[in-house]
């Protein structure tokens, strides 16, 4: 599992984590279904193996382990993270994202190479998309600081981190920074990679929920630097 373009960040000691590991790795196991893993895996186009847990009961299992857990700090949430990545079953991923949503406001700016770290190792859509919009996002709410790096990361070599950058703001609505968001998508207008179209396609789309006349007029425009997917994307609910 490389890292892309990062430093690897070391595992910090966490008896929390130690806690909160032990008691995953043991029920989520126990909950394995191997058949299932097989159609989960092939559904994920071969990215990871799966212990075959269908969401709505991974996510019960998950709120059994952490069950009378402390809150963590941001050493506990980066060990829990890393470990779980470790893992090779997505399951073990989707659980650590969905910690880092629920704790989010106890990280700081520092926290933001970790999640780099994240989506560089075995990316695809359904880790990075979550960690992008909630854990990305939540620390640029928090802090203006990483808002800077988003800077740095779209103009990475590594999609999956421009993907991420193109997406940090989805959930901002009218604390959208408009000036960043346009200046994004067209900083990669002209990516061939299917990822990263559909990311700005979608971005804008979302945008176009809070304010539709600033997305029309943009692609009015731009929209001619745009591939057809990310105009058609960005216009779906709003028309041209």
């Not at 009378?68 to 893992?87: H, K, M, Q, S």
């Not at 926290?111 to 190792?121: A, I, Y």
């Not at 988003?150 to 070599?157: S, V």
Request: aromatic letters at 10%; charged letters at 25%.
């Amino acid at each position: 599992m490389s890292v892309t373009g990062a430093e690897a960040t070391d595992v910090p000691r966490s008896v929390l984590a130690d806690t909160v590991m032990e008691r995953l790795t043991s029920t989520y196991a126990a909950a394995a279904d191997p058949e299932r893993a097989v159609a989960m895996r092939a559904y994920m186009k071969d990215v990871a193996p799966f212990l075959g847990i269908p969401s709505p009961e991974r996510r019960a299992l998950s709120r059994s382990v952490v069950r009378g857990t402390p809150p963590p700090g941001e050493d506990d949430c980066t060990a829990v993270a890393l470990r779980c990545w470790r893992l090779p079953e997505r399951e073990y991923q989707y659980f650590a994202i969905d910690y880092l949503r629920r704790h989010v406001t106890c990280l700081s700016s520092g926290f933001l190479p970790v999640t780099r770290q994240l989506v560089s190792t075995v990316p695809w859509w359904d880790t990075v998309d979550a960690l992008a919009a909630h854990v990305v996002g939540g620390l640029v709410t928090a802090d203006a600081a990483p808002a800077a790096d988003m800077d740095a990361w779209i103009e990475d070599d590594d999609l999956w981190v421009v993907r991420t950058a193109l997406l940090h703001q989805l959930r901002f609505k009218e604390r959208t920074d408009t000036r960043r968001l346009f200046a994004y998508c067209l900083r990669q207008s002209g990516h061939p990679d299917f990822f990263i179209r559909k990311a700005i396609g979608w971005c804008l789309r979302e945008y176009a929920k809070t304010d539709p006349g600033a997305v029309r007029d943009f692609l009015a425009r731009e929209g001619g630097r745009f591939a057809p997917l990310s105009v058609r994307e960005a216009l779906k609910n709003i028309g041209a």
